[in-house]
């Protein structure tokens, strides 16, 4: 399976993780990265950066060490209404943003709260991808969920790191089964990330990539595999 892009990744602006920019950008060059989204978490995250951090990305180069580079957040999803911690101020200037959940952020709910806050996220234009939409401790329901991101034209992601035993987020083999089956159904795209917080981890989706295979997922709904399949999703900027 082709896979040119790596959308969800962290730096040491995100206060655990532990590269900086260049040198994440160094790293997805080794490995063949095309396009690599920086995507440090919103404000509302313990130690993360503050919200000025995303207004100068203009400073930055959008072409480090041979690879794309697009410069995001990953949002937190505040509550059962969708609203997150960025304001369209703010938005607008980014190239695009993840929409997550996350335990010190969101309260939490039932899977009819959890699914409602997922698609109001959708509806927020900044918000292209969700991100790790996989957590036991957030149920979900996957037909809706997947009806949704189709309707709003938004990638459902494929977490490596969730797939990762090490993680803390639980059920994610299962929860992707049953979201992948639904994915099938209304011809939802979905999106392979490393949500990597270290260097080593940029570009790695080989278990996301495992799964994807082993229910022979369809490849036309991967948007990693092209440019064009990308920019269906997320147009790149003039000049990057």
């Keep these: 399976m082709t896979d040119i892009a790596d959308l969800h990744t962290h730096t040491i602006a995100s206060g655990h993780a532990y590269n900086t920019i260049y040198e994440m950008a160094e790293s997805a060059a080794q490995k063949g990265v095309q396009v690599l989204g920086i995507t440090d978490h919103g404000p509302q995250m313990q130690g993360t950066c503050p919200k000025s951090y995303f207004n100068n990305f203009k400073m930055i180069p959008r072409q480090l060490k041979g690879v794309r580079v697009m410069f ?11 609203n997150v911690d960025l304001g369209p101020s703010i938005l607008e200037k980014l190239d695009f943003a993840v929409a997550s959940i996350h335990k010190l952020c969101y309260e939490g709910g039932t899977a009819a709260q959890n699914t409602a806050a997922y698609v109001e996220a959708m509806k927020n234009p900044a918000v ?5 939409p996989d957590d036991q ?7 809706t969920l997947a009806a949704a991101a189709k309707e709003y ?9 969730s797939l990762n035993p090490r993680c803390v987020r639980k059920g994610a083999r299962e929860n992707y089964l049953n979201m992948l089956e639904y994915c099938r159904k209304y011809r939802a795209a979905v999106i392979m990330d490393s949500d990597a917080h270290c260097e080593v981890d940029v570009g790695n989706h080989s278990l996301a990539q495992s799964l994807l295979e082993k229910v022979n997922f369809p490849e036309e709904l991967i948007v990693n595999r092209s440019m064009r399949a990308l920019e269906e999703f997320i147009p790149f900027l003039v000049g990057i």
């Design 72 to 82: 995001g957040c990953e949002l937190n999803i505040l509550d059962h209404g969708g």
């Design 128 to 132: 292209r991808i969700i991100g790790h």
């Design 137 to 143: 401790a957030f149920p979900v329901d996957y037909d």
């Design 153 to 161: 034209q938004v990638l459902l992601e494929v977490n490596n790191n």
